[in-house]
């Protein structure tokens, strides 16, 4: 089963390989809809996707348990399980036009 981020504009894929042959990417479940609906909800959310027929926020059905997120949207490049760390959330997204800051770097330095 070929494993695809769900980030927005994302396109990284688990079969996407460096010179050496591994893989350039992590990828990570999204929390689970029992246990943890809020942290989902916010996944979702940093996501930033639209559902292409009703034009609202995506947010991936509960019934889907093998949604993923890459490690290029976490600053250490995986997800924390401290929620005051800045990756208990995904937060690096590219927008278009905008030049990233070092300021998430600060914050983990600071966590």
């Not at 809809?33 to 059905?61: L, M, N, S, Y």
Request: glycine share 6%; net charge positive; charged share 25%.
């Amino acid at each position: 089963m070929v494993k695809w981020c769900s980030a927005g504009t994302c396109r990284n894929h688990h079969s996407m390989t460096d010179s050496d042959g591994k893989s350039k990417f992590s990828f990570f479940k999204f929390p689970s809809h029992e246990k943890q609906p809020g942290r989902r909800a916010q996944w979702a959310r940093a996501c930033a996707r639209v559902d292409a027929i009703t034009h609202k926020p995506w947010k991936p059905k509960d019934t889907v348990q093998y949604v993923y997120i890459c490690s290029a949207h976490f600053i250490s490049g995986q997800p924390s399980k401290e929620p005051g760390h800045p990756d208990y959330i995904p937060t690096k997204f590219a927008t278009p036009g905008k030049v990233p800051t070092a300021d998430k770097c600060q914050k983990l330095r600071r966590f």
